[in-house]
């Protein structure tokens, strides 16, 4: 694994908990609060970009690795999805869809670049080590 000592100091998964928190919070008012369906599935999305980093980095593999990045790469599909229908539907205003979306895409960009460096690193992973 990269020089990793907890899933913590990866840079995505800190992402991704700003992220999960701002999605909480704008999600906690007005008519977004109401809508217990978008609001429950988009935080689950954003949770589940933060797990899959999570559990990813602790099965010690670098190809389990890099399959549970696919998956929290894709939450954060999810979660831009969600903010669409969010901002149609009017519960966020331009501005926060516009930071939100940002944030998204920044979250998912440090996913993929950890993806394409673990796939041309060569390194195994700690659970092949002697």
């Known amino acids: 694994m990269p020089s990793f000592k907890t899933f913590k100091e990866i840079k995505a998964w800190q992402q991704a908990r700003m992220l999960t928190n701002n999605i909480y919070t704008v999600s906690n008012n007005?008519?977004?609060?109401?809508?217990?369906?978008?609001?429950?599935?988009?935080?689950?999305?954003?949770?589940?970009i933060m797990a899959n980093i999570a559990e990813g980095y602790e099965r010690s593999g670098t190809?389990?690795?890099?399959?549970?990045?696919s998956v929290a790469k894709g939450s954060?599909?999810?979660?831009?999805?969600?903010?669409?229908?969010?901002f149609d539907l009017g519960y966020i205003d331009n501005a926060m869809f516009e930071q939100l979306s940002s944030d998204t895409t920044k979250t998912a960009h440090l996913i993929g670049a950890l993806i394409q460096y673990l796939r041309k690193s060569g390194i195994k992973?700690?659970?092949?080590?002697?």
Request: proline share 0%; charged share 30%.
């Open 30 to 48: 007005g008519a977004f609060a109401k809508d217990y369906g978008l609001r429950d599935q988009i935080r689950r999305a954003c949770i589940s």
């Open 63 to 69: 190809g389990e690795f890099v399959q549970f990045l």
């Open 76 to 86: 954060a599909g999810e979660v831009e999805s969600h903010l669409c229908v969010a």
């Open 125 to 130: 992973g700690g659970k092949y080590k002697k």
